[in-house]
Structures are given as C-alpha cells and as structure tokens.
C-alpha cells in the first residue's frame, strides 16, 4: 500500500482546496500488515465554497493518481468519503472534512502528512466508559431485533432470508464481543482487534448452518446462547430495563411462533 499512499499524498497536497491530509487507521498506529489499507482523512483550507466543490476536485486528483479500477463514493452530509482500489489491487480510503470539523479520529492515532493550516484540527476525545457500555447495548439490541425476525422469515418459509441472517448474527456477536473487551478497535472492516479466548471461543465454536428450518433455527438458537455467554463477561448493569423488556419479548415470541424455550439472559447485566 506505500505507492498508493505517496500518490495519494503528493496528488493531494497539490490541491489548495486541501489545508491538511492526515495518515489514520492501522498505519498510523502502527498495526498495518501487508494486508492493510491506507486511511486519510483530508481537512478543506478555510474559506473554500463547499465540500462538494472539493469533493470534485479531490475526485479528479485521485482518478489521475490511482487509476482505480473500483471507485466509491458515499456523502454523509458533513463528510465525503472515497474507497478506491487501484490495479495493483491497494486498497485507499479518504474521508473529507470541512475546516473545524471534529474529526471521528483521537489525534494521538493519527499521523499528519502535512499541515498548512494555522491550528490544529479537533480531534475527538477519548471514549468515557458509559459510552462503551452504551456501544455494548446498541450492539445487543440489533443482536434481539434480527432474532426476532426468524419467527417471520420462518414463518412464511423463506429459507434464503433466514440462511442470510446467519452470517449477520455472526458479525453482530463479534461486535458484542469487540465492545466487552474494550480494545481498540482495528481500522477497517477486515481486521478486529485480539479477543480474549472466553469472548472469541463462544462464537467460533457456533454450529455450522444447516439450509433447512429446523438447521436455521437451531443456529438462532445458538446465537442467542452465544450472546448469553458473552454477556456473562461483560460488566454489570450494562444493558438497562429497556433491553430487559425487550429480551423477555423476544422470549416469549419464540415460545409463542416457534416453540422454543430460550433461556433469559443473566439478571446481572441488565442492573
């Protein structure tokens, strides 16, 4: 990824439009592998007559340095990102910002490529710990809302559905578990940081998916388990009566559509 990042770089600090470009994600923190993207994240000079405007000019540079061969772009409002993979297949992603913009990034995980402007960019503070429990209940509360669909794909029959939403829990439990851990998180949706065995085994040992009603919901079934047991590790009182509320539904669905018992999961993680 080097070539791709230096031309990325030298494309970028041409640009007027572009005041500062800054290296994030796992090069800058120095966990890159061979495998590794390269991150940026560009902040626009002061004055500039708007994010689209850069957006076009940011896109017409990179086209002439990367050549990509696959080109995204998403617009978020108040950022643009770009993900692009050149022929040599290195893969770049850039999001750009308007100047005293917070950036989504701690600067102590970022590194500058270079800097024109006057002051620093804002960076965003470090995570207090009830926003990490909060993580932890966002993540547990789409865990239930995908459970409590398989009583309806089931139900009318659509194996396919069901069969997709296998893998979905799978990356849903990662995330329960990458919250309770509370490590840092890897940059990119191909890396995860180091779990502790007692949160990776649980999810991993999960039974393989069998393509018919009784394999599907054998599967949800273990997802909920998995949950349980993951939430087992995680610190008390976490989670709130909403998510208890939620949990005894689900339950009760389950009993009513499929007949099947779920155990609750423990009374400690709700407070």
């Known amino acids: 990824m080097r070539d791709a990042a230096i031309r990325t770089a030298t494309a970028l600090s041409g640009l007027t439009a572009v005041e500062s470009l800054w290296l994030v994600g796992s090069f800058a923190t120095g966990h890159a592998d061979r495998f590794s993207d390269a991150d940026f994240v560009a902040v626009m000079a002061p004055g500039e007559a708007g994010l689209q405007d850069v957006r076009h000019q940011v896109r017409e540079a990179l086209t002439v340095a990367l050549e990509p061969v696959l080109a995204d772009e998403h617009d978020f409002g108040g950022s643009v990102l770009f993900n692009l993979v050149t022929p040599a297949w290195e893969r770049v992603d850039l999001t750009i910002f308007p100047s005293g913009a917070t950036l989504p990034h701690r600067g102590d995980a970022a590194i500058a490529v270079y800097d024109r402007g006057a002051s620093p960019p804002r960076w965003a503070a470090s995570q207090p710990v009830a926003a990490a429990?909060?993580?932890?209940?966002?993540?547990?509360?789409?865990?239930?809302?995908?459970?409590?669909?398989?009583?309806?794909?089931?139900?009318?029959?659509?194996?396919?559905?069901?069969?997709?939403?296998?893998?979905?829990?799978?990356?849903?439990?990662?995330?329960?578990?990458?919250?309770?851990?509370?490590?840092?998180?890897?940059?990119?949706?191909?890396?995860?940081?180091?779990?502790?065995?007692?949160?990776?085994?649980?999810?991993?040992?999960?039974?393989?998916?069998?393509?018919?009603r009784a394999g599907l919901l054998d599967f949800h079934c273990a997802a909920w388990g998995v949950l349980g047991e993951l939430l087992g590790q995680a610190p008390a009182g976490g989670l709130g009566p909403e998510l208890s509320r939620a949990q005894r539904a689900l339950i009760d669905l389950y009993e009513r559509e499929l007949g099947v018992s779920l155990i609750p999961l423990p009374d400690s993680v709700f407070g």
Do not use: K, Q, W, Y
């Open 133 to 212: 429990s909060r993580e932890v209940s966002d993540e547990v509360r789409e865990v239930i809302r995908v459970l409590g669909l398989a009583p309806v794909v089931l139900g009318r029959g659509n194996v396919l559905v069901a069969f997709s939403g296998c893998g979905l829990l799978v990356s849903l439990l990662t995330r329960v578990a990458v919250r309770i851990a509370g490590t840092e998180r890897a940059s990119g949706a191909l890396a995860l940081p180091p779990l502790p065995d007692g949160l990776r085994a649980p999810i991993v040992g999960m039974p393989p998916v069998r393509p018919d």
